[in-house]
Nanobody
Framework: QVRLVESGGGLVQAGGSLRLCCAA?????????MGWFRQAPGKERDFVVGIDWNGGNTYYADSVKGRFTISRDIGKNWIYLQMNSLKPEDTAVYYC????????????????WGQGTQVTFSS
């Protein structure tokens, strides 16, 4: 497993942007597929975006395509989520997750999770 720590959440307004960061510890980080999930109050944890172990392939939920961008810096053990054109429905706790091997959109498939970072839409 890897240890994950998210940062970068906060209060945003319509059309605003945020950049979330996830710092990972573990010598085999480069072998893990990574994902961002989010969970709004009273709802299930939903897949947002994933990236495979070498950063060559990315996968986005339809709700964020064209607005969010995931990237990873294997050398620094960081992954990033650039979120643009934010909407009220983007309000949630965002979680970074890791799994050995290929990517997945299923939360149950990930075995390492961060503590989450809150993104709140402000009108």
């Amino acid at each position: 497993q890897v240890r994950l720590v998210e940062s970068g959440g906060g209060l945003v307004q319509a059309g605003g942007s945020l950049r979330l960061c996830c710092a990972a510890s573990g010598r085999t980080f480069g072998r893990y597929a990574m994902g961002w999930f989010r969970q709004a109050p009273g709802k299930e944890r939903d897949f947002v975006v994933g990236i495979d172990w070498n950063g060559g392939n990315t996968y986005y939920a339809d709700s964020v395509k064209g607005r969010f961008t995931i990237s990873r810096d294997i050398g620094k053990n960081w992954i990033y989520l650039q979120m643009n054109s934010l909407k009220p429905e983007d309000t949630a706790v965002y979680y970074c997750a890791a799994r050995m091997g290929g990517w997945s959109t299923e939360a149950w498939a990930f075995d390492s999770w961060g503590q989450g970072t809150q993104v709140t839409f402000s009108s």
